[in-house]
Nanobody, 114 residues
Framework: VQLVESGGGLVPAGGSLRLSCTAS??????????IAWFRQAPGKERQGVAS???????DYADSVKGRFTVSRDNAKLTVTLQMNALKPEDTAVYFC???????WGQGTQVTVSS
């Protein structure tokens, strides 16, 4: 299994970004598996941001509730993280993760300027 993130960049506070995580070489049925988003800021531990179950049920960290939305397109093997009302404290490298396969993507940098 391989996960590839895209969509990171530099935005001003209050702006939006849309991250995508696309799976390949998936040996199971993509629909069956939870995919999660994590982030890691410099000098800090990696923390969970959001996840979506195979059935499409989302879950969010308190710090992003109401601002971030996670969704999936199983036909495209893609999970998307829509990030709105971004804050400087959202600056981090964002990773997607497939828990069932213990597989991480390579990460994409998100930088929010104040």
């Amino acid at each position: 299994v391989q996960l590839v993130e895209s969509g990171g960049g530099l935005v001003p506070a209050g702006g939006s970004l849309r991250l995508s995580c696309t799976a390949s070489r998936f040996t199971g049925v993509f629909d069956d598996y939870t995919i999660a988003w994590f982030r890691q800021a410099p000098g800090k531990e990696r923390q969970g941001v959001a996840s979506i179950s195979g059935g499409g049920i989302p879950d969010y960290a308190d710090s992003v509730k109401g601002r971030f939305t996670v969704s999936r397109d199983n036909a495209k093997l893609t999970v998307t993280l829509q990030m709105n009302a971004l804050k400087p404290e959202d600056t981090a490298v964002y990773f997607c993760y497939a828990p069932a396969y213990r597989t991480w993507g390579q990460g994409t940098q998100v930088t929010v300027s104040s």
